[in-house]
Each structure stands twice: as C-alpha cells, then as structure tokens.
C-alpha cells in the first residue's frame, strides 16, 4: 500500500530565506505531483513530475524527483508571503488513477 | 475554458438525512474523481470513473456511500444516513485519461458538508 509523508508539515519562514519540503513515498510511483491550496480554497496543480531526474521551475518554486530514493522535494527560493498556502505532494499507486496525498506543509512566510 | 464546478457549495443537514453532492467536470476528460478532506487533513481518495470502466469504488468509508456517473460527464455522490464523522469538504476532480500520460488532475472548488 502507497504511503506518502512530507516533512515538515509545518513551516514558518521570513522573507527572503530559501527552504525545502520533502515528500518521501513508499512504493515504487513513477511520477509524482505537487499542489498549492490557499485557505479555504480547492487544490491549484503545481508540478507534474513523470520521470527519475525530472526537474520543474516555477518563479521561486522548483521540484525535483529522485524515483530510485523515493523521493520528491520542492525547493523555495527567497520566499515572498504571496507563497504562504499549504503545498501538498501526491503520487499513484501503480496501476491506477487515483492519488495518494501526503498530509499537507503548511507554510507561512512572514515579513 | 471552464473549470470543475461542484454543487452545492455548501450543504449543512442533520444527523441520519442523505445528501447528494454533484460534479461537473471539464469537457472532455474522461475520468472523474471523488476525494475527502477533513478539517486540517490531507485528501482522501473515496471513488473514480474512467469512461465505461467499472468505477474503483475501493476508496468509499462505507456501504451508505454511493457514486454514479452519466457518461463522460456529470457525477453525483450521494451519502445515506449522514453522520457527524461525515462533515468534511467533498472535492470532486477530473483528468484526460486516468494515469495518462500526465495525469494531472484538475479539482473543484468542493463541497462544504456539515451534519448537526
């Protein structure tokens, strides 16, 4: 059974600084997606990443997808508080359509 | 062009009352999901059609959950006999193909559900 987990699920940054969110998933998934929600919004897709070393930029965001290490990050450059939104990653389990999400990060970022 | 719209957006009843969640998905995709996201939760995976497939029905909480689709096009998701463990937000999704080549599913804006 697929289990996704990010780290950290929560995360509070000043402006400016640059951080990761890790997203590890427990078996073998050959692409991987990452979503942004604003409060009390639905899920806006970010990245779809669909094969080992894939790499997507996106202004200050960029994801990246290790299939061997199981895993995805997302990578934020000189953060800016319009980021501030929960990032959730997501992967399939082999074989079907459905996704499995990670519980969330949310992150802050203050001024 | 238009996006997944769901309705109501939001739907408060009563403990042990069923209610009927309806999903529009976008022209053209032919395969629809339905998730669950309780309160400061992740999402969770209830149901999903794709075209005339037998839906995989392997996510649903419990037999008073029920979906159906009219062809490629809209769904509703009905639950029997709410109960307070029901209240959540009930997003609908859709996608070209299900696990095409992207995959990238394109979600609602949901569905408020609260059972008093």
């Known amino acids: 059974e697929l289990k996704v987990e990010q780290n950290p699920l929560f995360l509070s940054m000043q402006e400016g600084k640059n951080y990761t969110i890790y997203c590890n998933y427990s078996?073998?998934?050959?692409?991987l997606y990452w979503y942004r929600q604003d409060p009390g919004k639905s899920l806006e897709s970010l990245f779809v990443?669909?094969?080992?070393?894939a790499v997507k930029q996106e202004g200050r965001l960029m994801a990246s997808l290790d299939t061997k290490a199981r895993l995805s990050t997302l990578h934020i450059t000189a953060a800016v508080h319009d980021l501030s939104a929960t990032y959730f990653c997501?992967?399939?389990?082999?074989?079907?359509?459905?996704?499995?999400f990670g519980k969330g990060t949310k992150l802050s970022v203050k001024p | 062009g238009a996006g997944v719209s769901q309705s109501p957006s939001n739907k408060v009843t009563e403990k042990g009352k069923d209610v009927e969640l309806r999903c529009d998905p976008i022209?053209?995709?032919?395969?629809l999901y339905w998730y669950r996201q309780r309160l400061g939760q992740g999402l969770e995976f209830l149901i999903y059609?794709?075209?005339?497939?037998?839906?995989?029905k392997s996510g649903l909480p419990s037999d008073r959950f029920s979906a159906e689709r009219t062809g490629e096009s809209v769904s509703t998701l009905t639950i029997q006999r709410t109960q307070q463990e029901d209240s959540a937000v009930y997003l609908c999704?859709?996608?070209?193909?299900?696990?095409?080549?992207?995959?990238?599913?394109?979600f609602g804006p949901g569905t408020r559900l609260l059972v008093l």
């Open positions: 999704a859709s996608s070209l193909v299900a696990g095409g080549l992207s995959g990238a599913q394109y």
């Open positions: 059609f794709q075209g005339n497939s037998a839906p995989d």
């Open positions: 022209s053209g995709h032919t395969a």
């Open positions: 078996t073998t998934s050959d692409r």
């Open positions: 997501a992967a399939p389990p082999g074989g079907q359509g459905n996704l499995i």
């Open positions: 990443l669909l094969s080992n070393g």
